[in-house]
């Protein structure tokens, strides 16, 4: 059983272009994450969303839009892509923070090539 | 500000020799420490965490980590490495910010290279 699961992949598209990943968890879990992951693999939270609530959001451009339909999944939408959006986008859930089996479930990534 | 540093990018160790990674952070006040490991081409994996007592904390594939506070460090360690261990490694900590929201800082890695 795939815990937390990403679609799709692997992307590439070009510059310009609006693309969508798709995050699901079975886990049952409250909270989701988006991180990005760049080139020289440096991880950094993008948005995360509670029970449907957006919680965290990073300093992200505009063209990048979570959505929540419900708490198992956490979709990420981004608009008129540009090269510097080229990145490993990494989806994570966990049960709110507080108390020592707090833990983030990271999926699989997601490789987005902007040509 | 709060931060993480892993002052190694890059480690080679022989397979069979004891393997030591370094993490310092900066937090205000007591942290929550994590480590993940990221095979070549997947997600992040949970090896062992710190929330309080004892410091010394076991971890999965026979890793483990002491807490410092006085050296603001979070080592992890490993008495015998495995060709299987070749992987990213990242020290992370939280919560940042307000609200408890799970907010976690990583490093920005370490890679791990085994030879035979």
């Known amino acids: 059983d795939t815990a937390v699961s990403q679609t799709p992949k692997y992307l590439v598209t070009q510059m310009g272009n609006d693309k969508s990943i798709k995050c699901e968890q079975n886990l049952g879990h409250d909270t989701m994450y988006w991180y990005k992951q760049d080139s020289k693999k440096f991880l950094k939270i993008m948005f995360s969303y509670n029970n449907k609530e957006l919680i965290i959001n990073e300093t992200v451009p505009n063209r990048f839009s979570p959505k929540s339909p419900d708490k198992a999944h956490l979709n990420l939408h981004i608009n008129s892509l540009e090269l510097g959006d080229s990145a490993v986008y990494f989806c994570a859930s966990s049960q709110p923070w507080g108390g020592p089996s707090y833990e983030q479930y990271f999926g699989p990534g997601t490789r987005l090539t902007v040509t | 500000a709060q931060s993480v540093t892993q002052p190694d990018i890059h480690i080679t160790v022989s397979e069979g020799a004891s393997l030591e990674l370094r993490c310092n952070y900066s937090y205000g006040a007591t942290p929550y420490l994590f480590w993940y490991v990221q095979s070549p081409g997947q997600g992040l994996q949970l090896l062992l965490k710190?929330?309080?007592?004892?410091?010394l904390v076991q971890g999965i594939k026979g890793f483990e980590a002491e807490f410092k506070r006085s050296q603001s460090s979070f080592n992890l360690r490993k008495p015998s490495v495995h060709w299987s261990d070749a992987a990213e490694y990242f020290c992370?900590?939280?919560?940042?910010?307000?609200?408890?929201?799970?907010?976690?800082?990583f490093g920005q890695g370490t890679t791990l290279q085994v030879k035979p």
């Open positions: 992370a900590v939280g919560p940042v910010g307000s609200g408890n929201t799970g907010k976690l800082i």
């Open positions: 710190y929330f309080s007592g004892d410091t």
